[in-house]
């Protein structure tokens, strides 16, 4: 699931992506699903002029490292999970990720 969403206090707003579920089964990883879905995702919010997605996990670091997230600790979560950004949205065209 993920959703367009807003952050904002008395001087700015962002728009900004957010990823709260992400979830492949434990047999069908390590097949690229995981990557493809995630570009869909990405390029979604990019046609949506979304600059930048965040997300939680306490599980798949490294999925996300890879990529292209960067765990962001200008951002904190209330369930203390670390929260990761992304915002190289040229390296959806490029098919890198």
Known sequence: MYQEDTLSNWFFVE???FIREFWIRENR???GLGTSLLKIVLGDMKDKGIKKVLLTTDTASG???KSGFIKDE???AKNED???SFVKFESLQNNSL
């Open 15 to 17: 728009r900004i992506g």
């Open 29 to 31: 990883r390590k097949q």
């Open 63 to 65: 999925f996300y490292v």
């Open 74 to 76: 200008s951002y904190s």
């Open 82 to 84: 670390f929260v990761f």
